[in-house]
């Protein structure tokens, strides 16, 4: 248990130090839908049902209300789908962090036997109407902030750390040796 408060503790405070340094990170985006999708295969060892049941055990884990968040679990498609929301922080020239924006983001995990894929994608900001925020990254955009940058960058490492933490809850159970004596 304390390894994985730490794994989550170093990996959250290298997030942030990445947002500090302003290091801009690639940002997929699928030309055919228009729209950023951050999505990966992972081959894992494990039948349909199983890399299911794990999916299930890491959405309770990761998410303080899992039966709110999902709104598809198909165990016999393997299909889980969710909607949640990211807080976004405001960074100024002199380090100073405030709250910003929230993100709402749908994600997808499709499990198969020996591998599994997870999808996020709909990122919208919330405001007063839909507002997608792919129009953060035309930089031509009268209405273009620098700001927008940081917040790309946020969604960026947010969608890493989460990768990391299913990609943990993915695997199976070391097999326990027999105690022979």
Same mark, same amino acid.
């Given at each position: 248990?304390?390894?994985?408060?730490?794994?989550?503790?170093?990996?959250?405070?290298?997030?942030?130090?990445?947002?500090?340094?302003?290091?801009?990170?690639?940002?997929?985006?699928?030309?055919?839908?228009?729209?950023?999708k951050?999505?990966?295969?992972?081959?894992?060892?494990g039948?349909?049902?199983?890399l299911?049941? @794990?999916?299930?055990?890491?959405?309770?884990?990761?998410?303080?209300d899992?039966?709110?968040?999902?709104?598809?679990?198909?165990?016999?498609?393997?299909?889980?789908?969710?909607?949640?929301?990211?807080?976004?922080?405001n960074?100024?020239?002199?380090?100073?962090?405030?709250?910003?924006?929230?993100?709402?983001y749908?994600?997808?995990?499709?499990?198969?036997?020996?591998?599994?894929?997870?999808?996020?994608?709909?990122l919208?900001?919330?405001?007063?109407? @839909?507002?997608?925020?792919?129009?953060?990254?035309?930089?031509?955009?009268?209405?273009?902030?620098?700001q927008?940058?940081?917040?790309?960058?946020?969604i960026?490492?947010?969608?890493?750390?989460?990768?990391?933490?299913?990609?943990?809850k993915?695997?199976?159970?070391?097999?326990?040796?027999?105690?022979s004596?």
């Open positions: 248990m304390q390894r994985k408060l730490f794994m989550l503790f170093f990996i959250g405070t290298m997030g942030f130090s990445n947002l500090l340094t302003a290091q801009t990170k690639e940002i997929p985006f699928d030309n055919d839908e228009k729209k950023i951050f999505q990966e295969v992972i081959n894992e060892t039948t349909q049902k199983e299911f049941n @794990r999916c299930v055990y890491w959405l309770n884990g990761y998410y303080k899992p039966v709110r968040v999902t709104i598809v679990r198909d165990e016999p498609t393997g299909k889980i789908m969710g909607k949640h929301s990211i807080r976004l922080k960074i100024d020239k002199d380090s100073v962090v405030t709250e910003g924006p929230t993100v709402f749908e994600f997808t995990i499709e499990v198969r036997d020996e591998r599994y894929r997870y999808t996020i994608t709909e919208l900001l919330k405001s007063a109407s @839909r507002f997608e925020i792919e129009r953060w990254l035309d930089k031509n955009d009268p209405l273009y902030n620098t927008y940058t940081a917040y790309l960058d946020q960026a490492v947010f969608v890493d750390e989460w990768a990391v933490v299913l990609k943990e993915m695997k199976p159970e070391p097999t326990k040796k027999a105690d004596w």
